[in-house]
């Protein structure tokens, strides 16, 4: 009787390639667990360094504040600033470590395929590389979005949302700098709209550049047939 034939190419024919590649797979799935739980961590403190400092100057106005309180703010704020920057540039390197695990999972899953192609309908999660297939695991989304949809997701994004705080924060920095050098509370408050805007523009041309970058640099082994080509 003929024994029946391994499924898949023969470089996976070996009985311990399955084994490998489910080693290799929660190693993957590991590294992504720390890399989310980091993202939200850092997030986390920051966002209680930010609440507790509030807080602060407000019980110190309260308490009179006196002529060195704009002092104080910039002081404060200067702080709020420094720590949002870092931990908005460390989340973005996160996000981009988060997202080459996930196309290493993708390469994994279709290797998986390649051994057993029947089991392709119960898989729901991607087994392509292309940078589309391994970005839909964040959920549906049009396959040509526009530029007003992408501007809204990356809102709702954590990067998104620390680049909004911390345009927030310098527009805050520039009116108490403006206050302390003497102006008037309605330059002061022109002088923060329009820092606060031209620090969350800038940060959206950097997360553009950023995201684009990340993905050229993306090596694509096994392209959806959908994918650009």
Do not use: C
Request: cysteine-free.
């Amino acid at each position: 009787m003929d024994e029946p034939k391994p499924l898949g190419p023969p470089h996976l024919a070996d009985p311990r390639a399955l084994q490998i590649l489910s080693t290799e797979h929660w190693s993957l799935l590991t590294a992504r667990s720390l890399v989310y739980n980091e993202t939200f961590t850092r997030g986390g403190m920051f966002l209680t360094l930010l609440s507790a400092s509030l807080v602060a100057l407000g019980f110190v106005y309260q308490g009179g504040g006196g002529s060195d309180f704009p002092m104080i703010v910039i002081a404060v704020l200067a702080l709020d600033l420094f720590v949002g920057f870092a931990t908005l540039f460390r989340i973005v390197n996160a996000s981009n470590e988060e997202i080459l695990a996930l196309q290493a999972m993708n390469r994994i899953r279709h290797a998986y395929l390649e051994m057993v192609p029947t089991l392709e309908p119960y898989f729901s999660t991607g087994s392509h590389d292309d940078i589309g297939s391994v970005l839909a695991i964040y959920g549906g989304s049009p396959e040509r979005p526009n530029g007003l949809q992408n501007m809204l997701h990356g809102f709702t994004t954590m990067p998104g949302m620390l680049s909004v705080l911390n345009a927030s924060i310098a527009g805050g920095l520039a009116a108490a700098v403006v206050v302390t050098a003497g102006g008037d509370s309605r330059l002061a408050l022109v002088v923060g709209l329009l820092v606060g805007v031209t620090t969350i523009i800038v940060f959206m041309a950097l997360g553009v550049r950023i995201f684009t970058r990340a993905g050229r640099m993306v090596e694509v082994r096994f392209p959806s047939p959908r994918a650009p080509g």
